[in-house]
């Protein structure tokens, strides 16, 4: 039976200056919360679950943080209206840094605001094999409930940093710089490089104005219909992609 | 001033059988609205906006569709969050179909069920200049309000058509068949195509297996990372990114 306090306190974590207060993230669903209990990159504070959850896990359980609930408790403490056994709550990474940037490829991040979008390119960037993201801080935080559903536990694969991106990039000037913009080289040029930084602008606005004179290539993915602008997640995966290629 | 019965109206177009009922769909902000009312695509049956939204697209509102309405009324109509303008409704298209398959890229989506999937997937088609999208009976709705926002205005750039997709396809066998799966050859594999089918499978389940038989390229995005697949709107991204430039 779950008290008042807890259910009180598991929707506060909705709310980001709660998480910050915590140093926590909840998730949910039975294949989020089963692969990152699995993948164990994060620590786990508490699992509130059916019991059709437990049976399938409970080899991976720490006994002392399982918490058998109801349907009607579930309801009150989980957010997704898809069937759902379970809810957890992890601790956020203390260390937030990048490592090994040389002879790789690095994702940087511009006031992406989509908690989707966050979400969707922290996955794709997984897939990729990319190992390291430096988000600017007006980009949506890594732990908000949207972006944790959307990587599909891929959270606890890729070093995140949150940070002065104008700064971090200046400390990085012997890497190339590659941003998607509506101008520049086209992408099908392929020439192959041994690292690059790959920068992603904001939904509507695109790159910073202050960021555009550290890129050394502003690349384009070339059109050829009436839309307007490809969805930033959809860019970020076609230009990793296309890098993931180029990568010698 | 919006009277009752027009609030119940609108309200009740976000529910599929009422959009059937009356053949219409809801968009929703300003840039959507606007350019779908560019583009005049869709006929329109009613905006209801702002004065601010009026005197940016006066020119183009007719008067006797459009409705001033306060910001309040606004709440009661719109579902978006973010700062609104306006609410719009528009006629279904009479008419589904595509046209002119051969010598170009048609995309088949198969048991799409995620409306931001379908409406990325429409945008990104729509950005490379692919004019016909064939969906299964079982994807989710084109009108849908989640999918009208995230084609951000490019449902009226190309042709969808829902149908029995194995049917389709078998009415189809001289155009390669391309799918995204976790098998298969290399998307790298640069052969160039003068056509091309390319099918994207369920978010969860993938490709159906009774359309299984049916591809004979099975390609694969080759993951280098620990995720398991990738997101489909990204897969469709990358697939449609590389045959578009395969073309000839």
């Known amino acids: ?11 506060s974590l909705q709310q980001k200056k709660f998480r910050d207060e915590h140093k926590v ?4 669903g039975t294949k989020v919360v089963g692969d990152l209990i699995k993948h164990n990159a994060f620590q786990l504070q508490a699992v509130y679950c059916l019991s059709s959850f ?4 409970k080899e991976m359980l720490p006994e002392d943080q399982v918490h058998l609930i109801n349907e009607q408790e579930l309801e009150k403490i989980a957010h997704l209206h898809t069937p759902n056994e379970v809810v ?17 490829i690095t994702l940087l ?38 972006v944790v559903q959307s990587t599909m536990a891929s959270l606890g694969n890729v070093n995140i940093l949150y940070t002065n991106l104008e700064e971090w990039i200046k400390q ?13 080289e086209s992408l099908n040029e392929k020439t192959a490089v041994k690292e690059a930084l790959l920068l992603i602008g904001n939904e509507s606005k695109g790159i910073s104005s202050s960021l555009i004179p550290l890129v050394h290539h502003p690349v384009m993915i ?23 290629q180029r990568l010698i």
């Open 222 to 244: 070339k059109g050829f219909g009436n839309a307007e602008s490809l969805n930033a997640a959809i860019a970020a995966g076609i230009l990793i992609y296309s890098f993931q």
């Open 88 to 104: 957890a709550i992890f601790y956020q990474c203390s260390v937030q840094q990048v490592k090994e940037i040389s002879g790789s």
């Open 172 to 184: 990085h000037p012997n890497i190339p710089l590659y941003a998607a913009t509506l101008y520049g």
């Open 1 to 11: 039976m779950l008290s008042k306090s807890v259910i009180k306190y598991i929707q």
């Open 25 to 28: 993230f909840v998730a949910e």
């Open 109 to 146: 991040l511009d006031d992406i605001r989509d908690p989707g979008n966050l979400g969707t390119i922290i996955r794709t960037a997984d897939w990729f094999g990319i190992k390291n993201i430096v988000c600017s801080k007006s980009c949506v935080e890594m732990y908000n409930p949207k």
């Open 54 to 57: 437990y049976f399938k896990y």
